[in-house]
């Protein structure tokens, strides 16, 4: 948690950097705000200040309806303390505890019941099953404010399966019921629409380049301001098209879906390719304890992701040993070849497509057309496919790929692509030397740093 001077000097000034780091309660309204909120400043000594929106709402705290703290960006304080805590909340922010019981969870996590409980007790002060209630609560309550959506229709969305539950919880944990936030009025777009802020700095000209060089057409589409793509979600079918709002510090995206009842999921996987949850300050500030002036650090440089780990592994095989441009073009072969349409676009194509092509379409060599179906037939008979270290075993997959489907595919923060030719140029350019294993957690983003010095 930061000091509270820290804090007192963040929310007096309104600093968007502090955005999501701590929550501000107001004793005298018995309201948590974020520390960019416009309403009038409240003095020093009626407030207190907590390191997460849940801990405020625990304190007996309801949520401002002007700054929403619903919206904030996430990477709260407790994040990275425990990487078994980091998984546990991963898979339930995924909908894990939706459908499986908090035991389910501990096998797959590899712990029992009571550890689990015991680290969220120790790092949010309340249960696993509290945590994910509150957070399809919040979910809700920014899809309240910010679409049209009827009531039933959100807290389907939202993961819950009856409309009394849903407007129980809701009551009990925020304080306020889902009338009442929708008569606060809602936007009147048609369009299912959201904004998802981040915390800057935040280069989007970097990351529209990296995401324009790669775009693969009717899959993908990227202009100056905004990028967008298809995707398939457990058979649901949809698209996004994200803009970026650099004043606002936050993207207007738009959503066209199938079925709402995946929504939470989809949003935060929106949310970790554009690389929206990242305290990017901290992370820079290590890098640059840990290259010295060997480094120019770029300042906001993100990690650009793709939708899932399935695409990331079939990119990356296909991109071996060649150039970027020769591979989007292999990519793009094989979206026009076996993608399924989706409109005037195409989605991926999926694994039993992949798996039963012969691939003659594409000019590459017969092994490594293997390797594309044993990774596809993989995906079909494995219970855990998405264990990047099991592609191990599969002939013509090595630790380049494996590691750059990790990196790109499930956003991983902590890898360094040291065999790639990129990278070793850029060590080579480098004036001083330094250890990129002091760099951990944070390779990943060094890995991107040393990509744009070239």
Not at 238 to 265: C, M, P
Request: aromatic fraction near 10%; charge should be positive; include cysteine.
């Amino acid at each position: 948690m930061l000091s509270p001077e820290i804090c007192q000097k963040a929310r007096l000034s309104r600093d968007p950097r502090f955005d999501g780091k701590f929550f501000t309660a107001v004793k005298t309204t018995g309201i948590y705000c974020r520390p960019i909120c416009p309403a009038t400043t409240p003095k020093e000594e009626n407030v207190t200040y907590f390191s997460s929106a849940i801990e405020a709402a625990n304190a007996g705290y309801r949520p401002c309806l002007r700054c929403r703290p619903d919206s904030a960006p996430g990477s709260p304080a407790w994040k990275g303390v425990n990487t078994t805590l980091d998984r546990a909340i991963r898979l339930i922010d995924e909908g894990v505890l939706q459908d499986h019981s908090l035991h389910g969870l501990a096998e797959r996590l590899g712990i029992s019941d009571r550890y689990l409980r015991a680290l969220f007790k120790k790092y949010l002060g309340i249960s696993a099953k509290q945590y994910a209630l509150y957070q399809q609560c919040l979910f809700a309550k920014k899809l309240l404010h910010q679409t049209k959506l009827p009531i039933i229709q959100v807290s389907l969305a939202s993961g819950f399966n009856s409309v009394r539950r849903f407007n129980d919880c809701f009551q009990t944990l925020l304080s306020i019921t889902p009338s009442q936030i929708r008569r606060a009025g809602a936007t009147k777009s048609k369009a299912l629409q959201l904004q998802l802020s981040y915390r800057p700095p935040y280069d989007w000209s970097y990351v529209h380049d990296f995401l324009m060089a790669r775009a693969i057409p009717a899959l993908e589409w990227c202009d100056e301001k905004s990028y967008g793509r298809t995707f398939e979600w457990l058979g649901n079918i949809g698209s996004f098209t994200a803009k970026h709002i650099e004043d606002k510090n936050k993207f207007d995206v738009t959503i066209e879906l199938d079925d709402i009842t995946h929504l939470r999921v989809i949003i935060n996987n929106i949310r970790r390719i554009l690389d929206l949850d990242v305290d990017i300050q901290a992370v820079e500030q290590d890098l640059r304890h840990c290259c010295g002036d060997a480094l120019l650090i770029k300042t906001g440089l993100r990690l650009p992701g793709i939708w899932n780990m399935f695409e990331a592994g079939i990119r990356a095989i296909l991109g071996q040993q060649i150039s970027v441009v020769a591979a989007c073009r292999l990519v793009a072969t094989l979206v026009a070849e076996l993608g399924q349409s989706s409109g005037k676009n195409q989605l991926f194509p999926l694994p039993q497509s992949i798996a039963g092509s012969d691939l003659d379409f594409l000019k590459i060599p017969a092994s490594r057309k293997q390797t594309l179906r044993n990774l596809a037939q993989h995906y079909i008979d494995s219970d855990n496919p998405n264990d990047p270290q099991q592609w191990l075993a599969l002939k013509g997959i090595g630790p380049w790929t494996v590691d750059y489907a990790q990196l790109r595919g499930l956003s991983d923060p902590d890898i360094y692509l040291a065999g790639d030719l990129a990278i070793k140029k850029a060590m080579m350019k480098s004036t001083h030397h330094f250890n990129p294993e002091q760099a951990s957690p944070w390779r990943s983003y060094l890995t991107f740093q040393l990509w744009n010095q070239l």
